[in-house]
């Protein structure tokens, strides 16, 4: 049923952020990113489930990959809990959380965790994933996590999404 939900609820909110900008950008095209890049990774992952990025919502395969969830439907479940937890509050990812949460009881304890863990991570929710295809993936995943990144040029990169420099897509 949270199956069926997700693939009817997601072309659904493509549809509502019409505004939001596609990437233009098809798996073949992540694939062709230098290994360790964020782009890359996002290609080996679209690749790994057999999936194109579906316009408008392409961040949301960031979100797996540097999070670290599967397309399994509580790690999608315990996704939304995170996001939630790290300051995303829109309604689709809220009210996919909610509902995970009625639908999955049994599984309340391992949401609140990823709820905790997205509060204590570093705010991703002013970032434009499609300006970081080309960065490392371990410096993006280290500054999420609050870990010692040394590369300037993306944590100045990072600081101006955050400020609202370079708007979120």
Aim: glycine residues 8%; hydrophobic residues 45%; positive net charge.
């Amino acid at each position: 049923t949270l199956l069926w939900l997700l693939g009817f609820v997601i072309p659904v909110h493509a549809k509502i952020y019409s505004r939001r900008k596609p990437w233009g950008l098809k798996r073949q095209d992540l694939l062709q990113c230098k290994p360790g890049t964020l782009g890359r990774e996002m290609g080996l992952f679209l690749e790994a489930g057999d999936l194109q990025p579906v316009p408008r919502v392409e961040r949301h395969d960031a979100y797996h990959v540097l999070l670290d969830y599967t397309l399994e439907v509580k790690q999608e479940a315990a996704m939304q809990f995170f996001l939630v937890g790290n300051g995303k509050h829109s309604p689709f990812t809220v009210g996919t959380a909610i509902f995970a949460g009625l639908m999955l009881p049994e599984e309340w304890n391992y949401f609140k965790q990823e709820f905790i863990r997205g509060k204590q991570a570093r705010s991703m929710a002013r970032w434009n994933f499609r300006y970081l295809l080309d960065d490392d993936y371990t410096d993006l995943r280290n500054i999420i996590f609050r870990k010692a990144v040394s590369n300037d040029a993306l944590l100045e990169k990072i600081a101006a999404m955050e400020n609202g420099v370079l708007k979120a897509a």
